[in-house]
């Protein structure tokens, strides 16, 4: 062999051992630093429970104004939305078939017909504003045909596999529909991590989180253990890239309670007295351009909970605050 052909051979076997180290990592956290770092950059959000249940359902759905939604939001100048798909009544503003096949319900009985989040998204998409998607981690536990059907038990026990397992396959569904269009989870009531915590079983936090990535790799994820202080701005799992920051007030920081290393500072609170409240604003807009202020400048996010109803309007005092905020912070 001559020294040229030696030397490419080396250099050949060098990539090769690299690249699979690299292919190999074991770290979930390498290389999401960066699909995170526009949600730092955002500074801002606004979340939205859409939620109800009932044979109108479908009606209340259909009501809403996509394109007034998108430009309230517009006007707020936030970074993104947190919209809720679901929650614990069982009933969802985007159809979902493997919901249906495992809860036991026809088209258009749980799962609205109209695609809201969709449409949400391109409104949203248009006015340079991102969307990420709120769900329980668990089955809507007031419905218990829908829990019998995913085999689920009750939110503060450990979560079965199958119910894992079948809470992925929904999941995968929405995500693999939606793409890039969604850009983030935030999920609710991760009360319990014994059965997710175990990596050697079958069905973990990694299939959790490959079936909320299936759409878009780049997606952010939060888990949600509770509002207290001592909970919210840990991390439950390296597969999360955010804290979960559920608070009942605005006030702590990035300094005063930091995150895990490696991971976005995240606060979530209520503009209202309590969460999707039609009242307040709790605190003055000078506060809240303050806080944020505040804590932007430590690194970290605010996500504001806003009233909305059901045709799309967000409640006007705080959509008014909002703006406010926005044109501080901007």
Request: hydrophobic share 35%; with cysteine; aromatic share 12%.
């Amino acid at each position: 062999m001559n020294m040229r052909l030696f030397l490419r051979v080396v250099l050949a076997t060098v990539l090769l051992v690299a690249g699979g180290c690299a292919l190999g990592s074991t770290d979930p956290l390498a290389g999401r630093e960066k699909s995170r770092q526009w949600f730092g950059k955002a500074k801002f959000g606004v979340f939205v429970h859409y939620l109800g249940r009932g044979d109108d359902w479908n009606d209340k759905v259909d009501s809403f104004d996509v394109k007034r939604f998108a430009d309230q939001i517009a006007r707020t100048k936030a970074g993104y939305v947190v919209f809720t798909l679901g929650q614990n009544s069982g009933y969802y503003c985007s159809p979902n078939a493997t919901y249906e096949k495992y809860a036991g319900y026809k088209v258009g009985q749980r799962c609205s017909k109209r695609d809201l989040p969709m449409e949400i998204a391109d409104a949203l998409a248009k006015r340079g504003i991102r969307l990420m998607l709120y769900l329980p981690s668990r089955s809507p536990q007031a419905d218990k045909q829908a829990m019998a059907g995913l085999n689920d038990v009750h939110e503060r026990q450990p979560a079965p596999q199958e119910f894992t397992r079948k809470w992925s396959d929904v999941i995968r569904e929405w995500s693999l529909r939606y793409g890039r269009k969604v850009s983030g989870w935030w999920f609710d009531g991760s009360y319990n991590r014994t059965g997710w915590d175990d990596l050697t079983k079958p069905y973990n936090w990694n299939t959790w989180a490959d079936a909320c990535r299936a759409g878009n790799p780049g997606s952010i994820l939060a888990f949600n253990p509770g509002a207290g202080i001592q909970h919210a701005f840990n991390r439950l799992t390296e597969q999360q890239d955010y804290t979960a920051g559920e608070q009942n007030k605005f006030g702590p920081t990035p300094e005063s309670n930091p995150a895990p290393d490696r991971m976005q500072w995240h606060i979530l609170s209520f503009l209202g007295s309590r969460w999707a409240s039609k009242d307040g604003p709790t605190n003055s807009s000078r506060y809240m351009i303050d806080y944020i202020k505040t804590v932007n400048a430590q690194g970290g996010v605010v996500t504001m909970d806003v009233n909305i109803s059901y045709d799309g309007k967000i409640y006007e005092p705080h959509l008014k605050q909002l703006v406010e905020i926005g044109k501080s912070i901007r």
